[in-house]
Structure formats: C-alpha cells, structure tokens
C-alpha cells in the first residue's frame, strides 16, 4: 500500500473555502479521490479522478468542489468553495490499486465549517 499525506482542513465560515492536499509516496497510476464521514454519519465518496484527468463528483458537491492532481507530484487535491455547515466532516484521502482490492486510505483532516 501506499503512505498517503493529507494537509489543508480548518475552520471555515459558511461560503467560505477551503483547499485540501493529499502527497503520495509514489507515482500513483491509478485513481485517487476523497471521501468525507461527518459524525455519526457513513463514510462516503465525495469525488475521484483519474491519472488522466477524467473525474467523478458526488451530486451534493457538484459545481462547488474541484478534484485535480499533479502527477509529478503524486498530489492530489480538493478545492472546496461556498462551503456549507453539512459539509463539516474527517476528509480522507483515497488510493484504489490498479487491480484487485486493497483501497490505502489517509489519515484524515478535519474540516468544519460554521454557521
């Protein structure tokens, strides 16, 4: 697997934005992406890019969230825009092999956006 390096969560009034990073610690030639868990909630997909650009969003943050990566730099990011209070949640970073299972997962960052 691989060690994944997540930085750029805070606190952040309703509106406001936010840019998370992921650093891999290898060339990633597979998809990366974010997922979210708020508290008491499931964790679930908030969007995933391809090493050739080609991305997928969840419909609740669609037209406010950006998924890029730089391949040079094995970094992924999230630009998030005109935060909402329901999107304050632990942010992870994600890494799908090429084949077969075994997803790395961050650590996690917080973001929390208040009201």
């Known amino acids: 697997q691989v060690q994944l390096e997540e930085s750029g969560g805070g606190l952040v009034q309703a509106g406001g934005s936010l840019r998370l990073s992921c650093a891999a610690s290898r060339s990633i030639f597979s998809i990366m992406g974010w997922y979210r868990q708020a508290l008491g909630k499931q964790r679930e997909l908030v969007a995933t890019?391809?090493?050739?650009?080609?991305?997928n969003y969840a419909d609740f943050v669609k037209g406010r969230f950006t998924i890029s990566r730089d391949n040079a730099m094995n970094t992924v990011y999230l630009q998030m825009n005109n935060l909402k209070p329901e999107d304050t949640g632990v942010y992870y970073c994600i890494v799908d092999p090429l084949l077969g299972p075994g997803r790395s997962w961050g650590q996690g960052t917080q973001v929390t956006v208040s009201s």
């Open positions: 890019i391809t090493r050739g650009g080609d991305t």
